[in-house]
């Protein structure tokens, strides 16, 4: 079977329920730029990598199991999958 390449992008953020202090920093910053309508910032992480797989489905359970055994905490974050063919 014929293999393509994708994007996988896993974005991680606190939990919504933790406070985030790096992103209250941030959201200060802001406000002092003369942004003040920023509310509920949030400070995260973005893991971006290529693979290659038979299907999209295959890359999406894979970056799962990866994220779950590798790139997040699950007691402090959360995470979100996007997968892009290439």
Do not use: C, W
């Amino acid at each position: 079977m014929a293999t393509k390449e994708f994007l996988v992008k896993v974005l991680i953020e606190p939990k919504p329920e933790l406070l985030d202090p790096q992103g209250h920093a941030v959201e200060i910053a802001m406000h002092e730029l003369g942004l003040e309508t920023a509310r509920e910032t949030r400070v995260g992480k973005l893991v971006k990598y290529k693979v290659q797989a038979a299907s999209e489905e295959e890359v999406r359970k894979k970056a799962i199991d990866i994220s779950n055994e590798l790139l997040v905490n699950p007691i402090i974050e959360i995470f979100s999958i996007e997968v892009e063919t290439l």
